[in-house]
Structure formats: C-alpha cells, structure tokens
C-alpha cells in the first residue's frame, strides 16, 4: 500500500460501504439476513474500524 | 600481538554496555519471520521451537472454539514488535495508541451494558436502569475521549481544557444521537433505503478520501446511521401505531378490532377480564408490537392458546417463560377448551406478558411503579386448569 493512503479511512470506507449495500438490499427485500447474521455484521463492521483507528500510528 | 602499553585516556574507559542477551530474555514479535503478526515467528525464537509449531496450533485451534485466535489477537495486542533498525524500544500497539485504549473502552461498556441489561432490562421498572446504564457509557465514552484527547499533550491539563474537550464530545454526541434516532425512525417506517443509500455514498467518500488525506471524521456519523438501521432492519421493527403508553379494556369481543391492536414504541395493555366471557366464548385478538412491552390480562378461567413471536426479547405466557433471540411460541396449540383467548402477538423487541390473574394490577408494570409481581408456577396451573376443561 502506498505511503500516502489513509488506510483508518480506507478501511472503514470499505466497511461502511459493504454494511450499507447489505443493508440496501436487506430493506429492499432482496435479502433476509436475520437478526442474529445482522447484528455479527454490524459487530464485525464496528471491530473492523475500532481496530483500524486503534491500531494506527497517527 | 601489541605488546605495547595501554594509551588510551581514562576519561574514554567507561564501563561496557551490557550486552542485550545479559537482561531477562524479552519476548517481541518478529519482524523477518512473519505471516501475519509475528506472533508465532516470536514464540518460536522465544521458546527456540521452528514457529511452523506454532502457526500450525493457531490454525488448528480455530476448529476448537477459536481459542487460538484470540489468544493470537492478545498476543498481538500486548506483545511489542521487535525493535526497527534505529528504533530503541519496542512498542506494545496497545501502548502505542490513545484511539486503541477509547476502542476498547467502548468494547468494554458495551459489552458491560449488554451483560447488565440482558440481567435487568425486562425485570419490569426496566426504564429507569436502562438509562442509567446509558448516561454511565455517555459519561465514560466522554471521560475516555477527553483524556485520550488530553493525554499526549505536554503542556499540563488545564481544567478549561478539559470541559471543553467534554463540551464538545457531549455536543457531538447529541449529534450523533439525534442522527441514529432518525436513522432509526426511518428503518421502521420504511425509509431505511434512503438511510443506506446515505452510508454507502458516505463509504465511498470515505474510500476516496482515503487516497487525499483521509476524512476520518465521517466515520462517526456514518455509524450513527448504519447502525441503528441495521439493529431495527434486523429485528424488522415497525413503528406503525405511534409511541407511548396504550390502554384497552374491551367489554365485548365485538369491540376488539379486527386488525388487531398496533403500538410502534412504548407499552400497550390490553386487559380482557372485563369481557363478557361466556363458557363457550372463543375470543380472538392480535398485538403487534415494535419495541417494548405488551401486557394481555385475561381471566383465570380462559385458556390462553397463544401464536406469538419476538426477534429479540421476552415470551411469558401464563406463566410460561421463554426468552432470547428470534423466540417463537405456539403455546397449548390447538384446543378446544373453552373459554379461549386465541392470540395472535408479535412483539419485535420487548416482552409480552399474558397474566392469567383475577387479581393482578397491570398499572403496576408502568414505568417508575415497579414489577408486575406475579407467582408463574400459579399462573401455570391455572392455564393447565382452563386449557383441561
């Protein structure tokens, strides 16, 4: 990864952008996760960027 | 060999540096020998064991639990990677970074709330904990931000400082509040597409800032929106039939609605002891509840056959208790006992009580009065009694 690249953004980017096309399909009614798939992926999302942001130098 | 006579001044013999391997042995992680972390590629060097050892145990150990990979994930966390080339010492991540510390600050309260509430959140007087509990996280997200905002400064902390810090995280937090609640407001009354098309579009600035600088003060209010979303998509909340506290007291099966009795947020009570209950009455009545509490009152004499379901909460049915994620109940099933409640309820996040009590005061369970304070083992033998007629 090149030096420039704010990688907490990229990151949560990332993740923000995976949780809310699932959740886009989810209240279109494409998808039926269920709670309990619903609420791990919202908790990997979170863990995923709270561990990015915590982890990073600056 | 020189066998000439030791010139060198005084002043330059000074004691020799002991060498590194003189102290106690120190574990780090490698920085040459490493696949993920260097967690394993330090154990070995540590333990002088080839690392494959290791590698090969954290793997294997995912089938067992997963043990290994936390136990990975601490070691990360809190064993200090090997020194760089001109690098002094080596630095845990754990002490390397404020951020790391308000991240596990936040794990910690919420898991400590989830804990907590999962032991008094449906108790009855559950208003009253729950917010406690929530101005105990707001009050120690905001002390974790203001000393991680403090904490590196050299200048000494000043009090001014301080509230500031603390002003402006509980402004942002009340930002960040009114947004998850619109968030949410919009996931239960079917907007919640605008609300994810919002975080995806918030995902890609994010991701194209990444490559500008970044823009890390997006994430918060992308999280704001995204998570209440998903937490009312997941238990499929509906707001429909507004907020607050209900009341019904039929007096004939006539004047029960057909579509059933609806409330979005709060506490509905529906008490159909004042019915005109025949021996042969079959009573029919459906709930549906978002969040909260729904209590059905029925007499001792009435079988309940109750339909009921929550995504994450509370069924007790005449006593019978049942509790957790995604709980359905048919109760007794089909029967033709009569009299007979047939109840149709779903509550997406709450409890739903059905009191088979002559005597019992539902007013009791309203918020700030306390529990509804009734024997189940009584109630059970009294829906057995009715359901056996």
């Known amino acids: 990864m090149q030096s420039g690249v704010d990688r907490v953004s990229l990151a949560s980017g990332a993740a923000l952008l995976v949780l809310g096309v699932l959740l886009l399909l989810e209240q279109e009614g494409t998808l039926d996760l269920g709670f309990n798939l619903l609420t791990a992926l919202v908790a990997a999302a979170l863990g995923t960027i709270l561990l990015i942001s915590g982890l990073s130098d600056d | ?389």
């Open chain 2, 1 to 389: 060999m020189n066998d000439q006579p030791h010139t060198e001044p005084t002043e330059r013999l000074e004691p020799p540096t002991p060498p590194p391997d003189d102290g106690p042995r120190r574990l780090t992680r490698s920085r040459r020998d490493r696949m993920v972390a260097g967690v394993a590629g330090g154990l070995g060097r540590y333990f002088a064991v080839d690392p494959v050892i290791f590698r090969i145990g954290f793997a294997v150990s995912i089938f067992f639990g997963g043990l290994g990979v936390l136990a990975y994930a601490v070691l990360f966390l809190f064993v200090p990677s090997e020194p760089a080339e001109g690098e002094e010492e080596a630095v845990a991540p754990i002490q390397r970074s404020g951020w790391l510390r308000v991240a596990l600050g936040v794990v910690v309260v919420l898991a400590a709330m989830s804990a907590i509430g999962s032991l008094v959140f449906w108790d009855g007087n559950w208003g009253d904990r729950f917010w406690g509990i929530a101005w105990l996280a707001i009050v120690a997200l905001l002390a974790a931000a203001a000393y991680s905002y403090l904490r590196d400064r050299d200048r000494p902390v000043r009090g001014g400082a301080l509230l500031a810090a603390i002003a402006l995280g509980f402004l942002a937090a009340i930002g960040l509040g009114i947004l998850a609640l619109a968030s949410a407001f919009a996931g239960a009354t079917g907007s919640g597409a605008v609300v994810a098309g919002v975080v995806i579009v918030i995902g890609l600035m994010l991701i194209v800032a990444a490559f500008r600088g970044g823009a890390r003060w997006l994430i918060a209010p992308a999280l704001a929106l995204a998570v209440p979303l998903a937490l009312v998509s997941a238990a499929d909340v509906s707001f429909g039939g507004g907020v607050g506290q209900r009341d019904y007291a039929p007096t004939s099966p006539a004047a029960i609605p057909d579509d059933g009795y609806e409330l979005g947020i709060g506490r509905i009570v529906v008490d159909l002891r004042g019915l005109d209950w025949q021996p042969t009455s079959v009573v029919h009545a459906d709930i549906d509840l978002g969040i909260g509490q729904a209590i059905v009152a029925v007499p001792e004499n009435v079988c309940v056959s109750a339909v009921a379901e929550t995504k994450a909460g509370d069924l007790d049915i005449a006593g019978s208790d049942s509790d957790g994620f995604d709980v359905f109940t048919d109760g007794v099933g089909p029967t033709p006992a009569t009299p007979r409640l047939e109840l149709d309820a779903e509550v997406d996040v709450g409890q739903l009580r059905v009191l088979n009590d002559n005597d019992v005061d539902v007013e009791e369970g309203h918020f700030h009065r306390g529990e509804i304070d009734v024997a189940d083992s009584a109630m059970r033998d009294l829906q057995e009694r009715a359901c056996a007629s």
